[in-house]
């Protein structure tokens, strides 16, 4: 299987700090992982794209100075959020693809999510 | 621009009966559309994809380009089945592309 974790699965923060989530592909690699953020009762709406080595592509929308994403190997990426407000609460969700050219890689695997909350 | 537009936020259905959630999608190339399903308190899953034209789960779809749809049908639902589901649309080939998900159906099935 592809296997896709998050961590810390809940998160409890005060206004002003910063937190940082990580998103793992557990047994593949991902070139491509992707952020969302799923407001309650809602669909997921796409925060950004991180590739592996390069820069995120952030959707229209997202302040990239306020979501960092680090995609720094092929396991492996972060958002950070920076100087959190407690409108910034809410579930992050990742989801990794596989290296392009490898079997399954048009599929996305999910992240069991993050709840960040921000007093 | 790429939508992708599930009209219903709600399915409510009686065990037995049969199930048909909605997606219309608009996309000028050629799309990769997928069912993902996510059970209470667990993650977004897989259900199917158009391209393997599979049943899973007893769910089955088919991509209808003429009316640019992709309807997620069961002839027979389950409680277990209860669950929110999304339609996803992607670019084919589509190496790096993103995922555009509509807005979800959650599927109610009553015993």
């Known amino acids: 299987g592809a296997v896709v974790s998050q961590h810390p699965s809940r998160v409890i923060c005060k206004s002003g700090t910063s937190v940082k989530i990580e998103c793992r592909s557990l047994?593949?690699?991902?070139?491509?992982m992707f952020w969302y953020r799923q407001f309650p009762k809602q669909s997921l709406m796409l925060m950004a794209t991180?590739?592996?080595?390069?820069?995120?592509?952030?959707e229209q929308g997202v302040e990239k100075d306020k979501f960092l994403i680090n995609h720094a190997s092929l396991t492996l990426s972060t958002l950070t959020v920076t100087s959190a407000h407690p409108e910034d609460s809410s579930f992050y969700i990742c989801?990794?693809?596989?290296?392009?050219?490898?079997?399954?890689?048009?599929?996305?695997?999910f992240g069991p999510g993050t709840r960040l909350t921000v007093l | 621009a790429q939508r992708v537009t599930q009209p219903e936020k709600l399915l409510s259905v009686f065990k037995g009966a049969p199930v048909e959630l909605k997606c219309n999608y608009s996309?000028?190339?050629?799309?990769?559309l997928f069912w993902y399903v996510q059970y209470s308190r667990q993650r977004l899953q897989l259900l199917l994809r158009?391209?393997s034209r599979e049943s899973i789960k007893g769910f089955t779809a088919d991509l209808n380009k003429g009316e640019t749809s992709f309807h997620l049908k069961k002839p027979f639902a389950q409680e277990e089945d209860s669950a929110m589901y999304y339609c996803?649309?992607?670019?084919?080939?589509?190496?790096?592309?993103?995922?555009?998900f509509g807005s979800g159906t959650k599927l109610n099935v009553k015993p």
């Open positions: 047994d593949f690699q991902a070139t491509t």
């Open positions: 996803a649309l992607t670019r084919r080939p589509n190496n790096f592309n993103k995922f555009y």
């Open positions: 996309y000028s190339g050629s799309p990769e």
């Open positions: 158009h391209i």
């Open positions: 991180s590739n592996e080595g390069s820069k995120a592509t952030y």
């Open positions: 989801s990794a693809r596989r290296t392009p050219g490898t079997s399954g890689s048009n599929e996305q695997f």
